[in-house]
């Protein structure tokens, strides 16, 4: 079994910061991708971040940074200058390799949601 981990997210005004966490543990031996993702009421989930192992991470919005502590198969994302569209349920992703598995798997975590408000 895979387990995927968020801690994070919050209530934040406009402008503020936060930061999520991902860790992901279990049976699996090797990590290739961690990403995040986020969705909205009546939209669908869309990527935010990712990095994919052995490059530089990527981030769709210059305000969000991805880290990651590669040891720990953790994964960090930093918001800042929020804004009220940022409100959202956030959702990290990971992808790993399980010993006898001829493909890779996806795990998802359980979701933070992030709310920026006055």
């Known amino acids: 079994q895979v387990q995927v981990v968020q801690s994070g997210g919050g209530l934040v005004q406009p402008g503020g910061s936060l930061k999520l966490s991902c860790t992901a543990s279990g049976m699996f031996d090797s990590l290739m991708s961690m990403a995040w993702y986020r969705q909205s009421p009546g939209n669908e989930r869309d990527l935010v971040a990712v990095v994919i192992s052995g490059n530089k991470p990527y981030s769709k919005e210059g305000r969000f940074t991805l880290s990651e502590e590669r040891a720990k198969n953790t994964a960090y994302l930093q918001m800042n200058n929020l804004k009220i569209e940022d409100t959202a349920a956030y959702y990290c992703?990971?992808?790993?390799?399980?010993?006898?598995?001829?493909?890779?798997?996806?795990?998802w975590g359980q979701g933070t949601q992030v709310t920026v408000s006055l």
């Open positions: 992703k990971a992808t790993v390799h399980r010993d006898g598995d001829a493909e890779y798997s996806a795990y």
